[in-house]
């Protein structure tokens, strides 16, 4: 709200902020985890649901090439992915 008080305070000499030019204007970050979650999705063609399911929950994929592009990403064995309980 702080910079919506200020913009006005200025009058009409600043060009008008829109959403999509405030959205435009944020810095691009890095968040690897999501990054990741997202990735996944898109190689394997699930939605990143499915995708934090698998992370969080264990829960393997049903399509055993699903568990070789995870492999391929991580480089960990499909073997080791989940620990066995």
């Given at each position: ?53 698998w992370i969080s929950y ?8 699903h568990c070789e592009i ?16």
């Amino acid at each position: 709200m702080r910079v919506i008080e200020t913009q006005e305070h200025l009058g009409e000499n600043l060009p008008k902020m829109t959403l999509r030019g405030y959205y435009d204007s944020l810095p691009n970050s890095s968040h690897p985890k999501t990054e990741f979650v997202n990735e996944v999705a898109s190689k394997t063609g699930v939605s990143t649901a499915t995708v934090r399911n698998w992370i969080s929950y264990g829960m393997k994929p049903n399509n055993p090439k699903h568990c070789e592009i995870l492999s391929e990403i991580t480089g960990i064995p499909v073997d080791d992915l989940w620990d066995e309980a």
